[in-house]
C-alpha cells in the first residue's frame, strides 16, 4: 500500500558507490569549469542541444516531470531533454556509478548529497558555483535568497570549498500523524505537544484495546525525536555525537512507550508499510513518517475518519517544533560547454518558483522555494490538504542529518550507519534491547563508521 519513493531503499546505495568507484584514488573536486571561471561558460547555447536526465519518479509523480520538462523545452527550443526514469534510487546509483566508470554519465541526475559525494571521484561532477554565479546565466541574489537557506548550505560541500556540487529540488520533512476520531474516543482534543503528554495519550488509546503509535524503525525519525530532546547524530564538526546525555532521554522514552504495551515496531525502513496499513485500517492513532506520505494516506483513509499531521512532540513545549529534514537534489556531469550549459538551465528551471509550485502542488512535496507560499494555486492547494500545509511550517525549523558550516556540508551519516540506526532502533522497539545498552553501540558504530567514510 505504499506509493512513495523509498528512501530506505537506498540501503546499499553508498556501499555501492564506493566499491564500484574504488578506482578513483583521491578526493578530488570537479575540474570543468573551474571554480568562479565564468568566461568558460557561454552566454547561450550555440547549436541544438540534446542532453538526458536520470530520475526516480513513476506515476502521477513521473508525469509531472515530463510535464515540466515539455515547458522546459518549449521556453528554451534549443534543448531537448530525454528524461528517464531509471528505477528506485538504489538502482539510479548502481546505475550512475556504472555509467561515470563507463565514461557515459547522464547529464543531470537526482541525487543525495552523500551519493554526490561519491561521484566526485570520478572527477566528472560538474561544478554549478560558477553557472549559479555568472550573470545572465545564474541566480540573481533575490532568487538565491528566495530559496531555503538549509537547501542552498546541504546542496554546497565544504570538502570542495563551498562549491555547489548539486542544486536544491526536493524537500521533505518527518511528521507526526494522527486519528482525530480514535483520539476524541480516548477523551484527547488535540495532538500532543510534548513526550509527557504524548505518553498520557498512549495510555488512554490502550485503554480502548487500539495501538497508540504504530513505530516503523527509520534513522530520520530516530534523528526527528532526537532533535526535539535537543540531541544531533552528529556535532558540528562531524563527529558520532550519540553519547550525548539528550540521546539518553530519546531512547529512554523509547523504552518507556514500549514497556507501557502502547507502542509496537510494526515494520523497518520506508519500504515496510505496516505502521502506515495499521494507521489507515484505524487500529493505530499515530505513525511517525514523511511528509511526503501525505497524498498517500489521503487517498488511502479517504472518508474513514478525521486525520492530520502534526509537528512531532517536544522535550517541552514550545512555538518552535523541530524535526528532521531530508530530499535529494539535482546534480550534473561534465561534458561540452554547450551540453553543461543546457543541464545549468534544466536545473535552473526545474528549481525555479514557477516549477517548484507545479511540483509541489501535483505531487505533495513540499517547495524548496519560500515565495511558492504565497502562490494563489498552492494556496488552494494547502487549504484542501492541511496535512501538507502543515508540514510546509515545519521545514523552517527543521535540521538536515548531518553537519552543516558556513560552506555547506560538513558531515554526513553514511548509509551502513543509518542502517546500524535502524537496526537499534527495532531492537528497542522490539524490547530485545535496553535503552541504555543501545546508547553505547550505536555511538560505539557511530565513531567507527564516521572516522572511516
Known amino acids: 500500500m505504499n506509493a512513495l519513493p523509498h528512501r530506505r531503499s537506498l540501503a546499499a546505495l553508498l556501499v555501492a558507490g564506493t566499491a564500484l568507484l574504488a578506482g578513483a584514488c583521491g578526493f578530488s573536486g570537479p575540474t570543468t569549469p573551474a571554480s568562479g571561471n565564468h568566461a568558460a561558460i557561454p552566454d547561450k547555447v550555440s547549436k541544438p542541444t540534446k542532453i538526458s536526465f536520470w530520475h526516480v519518479y513513476t506515476g502521477g509523480d513521473g508525469a509531472t516531470i515530463d510535464a515540466l520538462v515539455r515547458k522546459f523545452e518549449a521556453a528554451t527550443p534549443d534543448v531537448t531533454v530525454q528524461a528517464q526514469y531509471v528505477g528506485g534510487f538504489n538502482d539510479l546509483n548502481k546505475k ?15 541525487a543525495y548529497p552523500p551519493n554526490v559525494l561519491e561521484y566526485v571521484k570520478s572527477k566528472r561532477v560538474l561544478d554549478l558555483t560558477p553557472y549559479v554565479d555568472k550573470s545572465g546565466v545564474g541566480l540573481s541574489r533575490q532568487d538565491l535568497a528566495d530559496i531555503l537557506p538549509n537547501e542552498l548550505r546541504r546542496n554546497r560541500y565544504s570538502t570542495q570549498d563551498g562549491a555547489y556540487l548539486s542544486f536544491p529540488f526536493a524537500v521533505n520533512v518527518a511528521v507526526m500523524y494522527y486519528n482525530a476520531d480514535l483520539l476524541k474516543k480516548a477523551g484527547i482534543s488535540s495532538p500532543p505537544k510534548t ?31 532526537g532533535y526535539s530532546f535537543g540531541a544531533s547524530p552528529v556535532t558540528a564538526d562531524g563527529k558520532a555525537s550519540f553519547d550525548a546525555p539528550k540521546w539518553k532521554d530519546t531512547f529512554d522514552l523509547l523504552g518507556r512507550l514500549v514497556g507501557s504495551g502502547a507502542t509496537r515496531l510494526a515494520s523497518s525502513g520506508d519500504a515496510q508499510t505496516v505502521d502506515q496499513n495499521e494507521f489507515v485500517s484505524g487500529q493505530a492513532a499515530f505513525i511517525i513518517r514523511s511528509s511526503r506520505a501525505a497524498p498517500f494516506l489521503s487517498k488511502a483513509v479517504g472518508d474513514q475518519f478525521t486525520w492530520n499531521a502534526a509537528a512531532l512532540p517536544q522535550a ?26 543546457a543541464s545549468w538551465q534544466l536545473i535552473k528551471f526545474l528549481s525555479s518558483a514557477e516549477s517548484q509550485a507545479t511540483w509541489a502542488k501535483s505531487t ?18 494547502q487549504k484542501e490538504h492541511p496535512a501538507t500545509a502543515i508540514s510546509a511550517r515545519l521545514v523552517a525549523g527543521a535540521q538536515w542529518e548531518g553537519a552543516l558550516g558556513d560552506e555547506g556540508i560538513v558531515a554526513f551519516l553514511p548509509q ?25 553501540q550505536l555511538q560505539a558504530q557511530a565513531t567507527q563508521m564516521m572516522a572511516a567514510r
Not at 102 to 110: E, K, L, R, Y
Open 96 to 110: 550512475v556509478v556504472s555509467s561515470l566508470q563507463a565514461g557515459s554519465p547522464p547529464d543531470v541526475t537526482i
Open 195 to 225: 513526550w509527557p503528554d504524548f505518553e498520557r495519550a498512549c495510555n488512554a488509546v490502550k485503554a480502548l484495546g487500539k495501538t497508540c503509535y504504530s513505530a516503523n524503525a527509520n534513522a530520520s525519525t530516530l534523528n526527528a525525536i
Open 316 to 341: 517541552t513545549n514550545t512555538d518552535r517544533p523541530t524535526t528532521a529534514l531530508y530530499g535529494p537534489g539535482l546534480a550534473a556531469f561534465t561534458s561540452d560547454a554547450d551540453r553543461q550549459l
Open 364 to 381: 505533495g512535496n513540499l517547495p524548496i522555494r519560500q515565495s511558492v507560499a504565497t502562490d494563489p494555486a498552492y494556496s488552494a492547494y
Open 416 to 440: 551502513k550507519l543509518r542502517n546500524s540506526m535502524e537496526d537499534l532502533e527495532a531492537g528497542v522497539l522490539s524490547g530485545a534491547i535496553k535503552p541504555d545498552v543501545v546508547q553505547s
